[in-house]
T-cell receptor
């Protein structure tokens, strides 16, 4: 079974600085997908970025980039120029292939606090 | 319209009550999901509907009963819940099952007394 590990329960970052949120994964499937979601205190899960296992380049979406190191099985999220609105819980997730379809498996999450 | 709308936002119920959670999307998505999330924990999948048919039930107790009346609506009927069922219940949708970019609603915060 697939496994997602986020080792940082909480992180602080100064406004306007960059921050890296760690995510490692374990899978025996050659084809997989990795996702990052943001969950503010309002509760909604917001999709941020996706990386496919066969993608040659690291994914980027605005201020978000995914540092994908396949050999190390890591998929760290980099947020550049942090803003106060980035304060939230961040989940790394992986597509798990099941007998009759796929489902997302989430890591434990990292709480990010941006300081002014 | 790129929203998944959940009602109610908050719900308090007793252990003998019957209540329902509602989820609606108008994006034409054909897969809809229920997740349960305890405080400071990741979401856990409960049910998946694909083309209005139940595709996954993650061994959820029968006191939770999902229903998908049409492709835009997803309900979760609750009966005889326990205090440990108190959690945030999130609905999500995707264009198709296997399209793992999920669009989530804001959730229903449920408290069982």
């Amino acid at each position: 079974a697939q496994k997602i590990t986020q080792t940082q329960p909480g992180m602080f970052v100064q406004e306007k600085e960059a921050v890296t949120l760690d995510c490692t994964y374990d899978t025996s499937d050659p084809s997989y997908g990795l996702f990052w979601y943001k969950q503010p205190s309002s509760g909604e899960m917001i999709f941020l970025i996706y990386q496919g296992s066969y993608d040659q380049q690291n994914a980027t979406e605005g201020r978000y980039s995914l540092n994908f190191q396949k050999a190390r099985k890591s998929a760290n999220l980099v947020i550049s120029a942090s803003q106060l609105g980035d304060s939230a819980m961040y989940f790394c997730a992986m597509r798990e292939v099941m007998e009759y379809g796929n489902k997302l498996v989430f890591g434990a999450g990292t709480i990010l606090r941006v300081k002014s | 319209d790129t929203e998944v709308t959940q009602t109610p936002k908050h719900l308090v119920m007793g252990m003998t009550n019957k209540k329902s959670l509602k989820c609606e999307q108008h994006m034409g998505h054909r897969a809809m999901y229920w997740y349960k999330q305890k405080a400071k924990k990741p979401p856990e999948l409960m049910f998946v509907y694909s083309y209005e048919k139940l595709s996954i039930n993650e061994s959820v107790p029968s006191r939770f009963s999902p229903e998908c009346p049409n492709s835009s609506l997803l309900n979760l009927h609750l009966h005889a819940l326990q205090p440990e069922d108190s959690a945030l219940y999130l609905c999500a949708s995707s264009p198709a099952w296997g399209g793992e970019k999920l669009f989530f609603g804001s959730g229903t915060q449920l408290s069982v007394l």
